[in-house]
């Protein structure tokens, strides 16, 4: 008896018991996305109601697989977190997501959602990116088949965008594709055409900060313009409509005024919570005098930009300033990683590049000495990208770190015009050590966690993202407040989207100018005034 007692206490902290839940979240695998997943969830307040509703749940479990043990995975939960955790509707399990009998484990086929993350990028072959996943949709779905059963919503993340159809094919049942190498590169090609755009990215996309992104029901809106949105909506910004066709959701961000909406539509806001962000009597905006001509937007002009590193993305950032190139544009590459490596991985792309210039250099960006015989301070924009080619997160920022701080004293020491600067980290915890006036900062798998999370509690947020991440869509931008006010600069945020009404932009804040720093205001109360100075500026979701 005590020796059977003392098994089946190793086989429960083992985590090798099957669970009999049915309506979760199962998470399969553990990543640098996976902690930041299971905050973003249980931190969706927001979303958790009507998630329950879908689903028919009486309250959120998430399970989560992995190959580690539940002690393992609970301590590196706490440490990502530091304050005390509280693991209540979560449960762990010990196993290979690769494997039958493992999914069954964590009752796979009667999950509500399955997310499935990808591992740490590296630099290998493309024909072995997202084999993992594959294979672990391609398990599940022939599982389904064989029982006859419908397989749950399935969220993957995706290294090679190129294998998304590939993906659909495996796995025969709905699934929602998030291609975390297209959203990246292009999410870091608008910053650097937008400065200050990453600030606002960080507030939409994160759970814990501000506003975020919601959908709402058209209600008493269907049959109605577009434009009756803004005045039905009092404490949220409507920046577009999310619709179903024959195949699948579509996403019009800042449709025509005129649009009229459709019983089956969701309106796509921005507010800080959902619950309170309902659609009320309407309203209706109306415009300042007559219409000016169309506002262009003011991006930043690129013509010479310097990459400092290497990893399998940046062939697409090469390949998305090609597509927004409007003159000739020279990218050039300083990286360890061999030159044949980077033309190989370029040509096997695809990639033709005609608007743009690209040179590929050899060499160390950490050397004072060989980076200042580039002379980046002659650069309109300079990129640290996250090298693929470290053993771990830690050692990549290390690197990314110290050349930064090459980069900052040659810069410093030749008082130069100092140009646009965007790093890349694969640690959050080390965003802290980046001055806000120096440079801009992106934490890559913290942003794909936030896909990830978002689109597990509603899928259709993800043709939000496709739309918001694409050369064809809509586009924030940042511009000079007296190109949209002239000399009046006292405003409010109703004031300046009747301005922009009916000319393809839909004002979302303002970024201004506080105690020597610069702030980020997102929605703020829609008749609030802003007494604006001469260099602050108003952000806008461009058409």
Known sequence: MTQWFQRMIHRLEAGLTTISQKNHILILGWSNRSPIIVKEIFQSEGRIPLFLRKTKATRLKLVLLSEQTPMEVQQLLQDTFVQNWRFSGLIFRSGNHLKLAHLERVATMDAAVIVLPSAREDA??????????????????????????????????????????????????????????????????????????????????????GNELYLKDSGTLIGQPFSHTFGALK??????????????????????????????DKVVVIAEDDIKSQLSEVDELKPIGPLRPPIQ?????????????????????????????????????????????????????????????????????????????????????????????????????????????????????????????????????NQDL??????????????VSHFLSQVALRRELNTVFENLFCPEGAEVTIVPATSILGSTLTTS??????????????????????????????????????????????IILFR
């Open 124 to 209: 290998g072959l493309d024909s072995t990116v997202d084999g993992g996943t594959f294979k672990s949709l391609l398990t599940i779905g022939n599982w389904a088949k064989r029982e006859s059963r419908r397989p749950p919503l399935a969220v993957a993340e995706i290294l090679d965008h190129r294998k998304s159809d590939i993906a659909q094919v495996a796995y025969g049942g709905p699934l929602e594709i998030i291609p975390s190498d297209l959203y990246l590169s292009r999410l870091m090609a608008q910053i650097l055409r937008h400065p200050g755009s990453s600030e606002v990215f960080s507030e939409l996309l994160s759970e814990d900060i």
């Open 434 to 447: 980046f001055s806000q006036e120096n440079c801009e900062v992106i934490v890559s798998p913290l942003i």
């Open 235 to 264: 404490t949220a910004i409507p920046i577009g409509i999310v619709s179903q066709g024959p195949q699948g959701f579509f996403c019009t961000l800042v449709p025509e005024p005129d649009h009229i909406l459709c019983e089956n």
């Open 297 to 429: 937007s003011t991006e930043k002009k690129l013509r010479n930009i310097l990459i400092l590193g290497w990893n399998r993305r940046v062939p697409l950032i090469l390949n998305e300033f090609e597509c927004y190139s409007r003159g000739k544009t020279t990218l050039t590459v300083l990286s360890r990683t061999p030159l044949e490596a980077r033309l190989e991985r370029q040509s096997h792309m695809g990639l033709d590049f005609k608007s743009v210039q690209v040179s590929h250099i050899l060499g160390d960006y950490t050397s004072t000495t060989e980076l200042k015989t580039y002379q980046p301070g002659s650069f309109d924009a300079i990129v640290l990208v996250a090298s693929d080619w470290s053993d771990t997160d830690a050692l990549t920022d290390a690197r990314t770190i110290l050349g930064y701080l090459v980069l900052m004293e040659l810069l410093d020491k030749h008082r130069v015009s100092r140009p646009a600067i965007l790093v890349e980290l694969l640690d959050a915890s």
């Open 493 to 538: 945020l109703e004031q300046v989207q009747e301005i922009l009404f009916g000319q393809g932009g839909i004002s979302l804040g303002f970024r201004i100018h506080e105690k020597r720093q610069i702030k980020t205001v997102l929605n703020p109360p829609r008749k609030q005034e802003f007494q604006l100075e001469i260099n602050d500026k108003i």
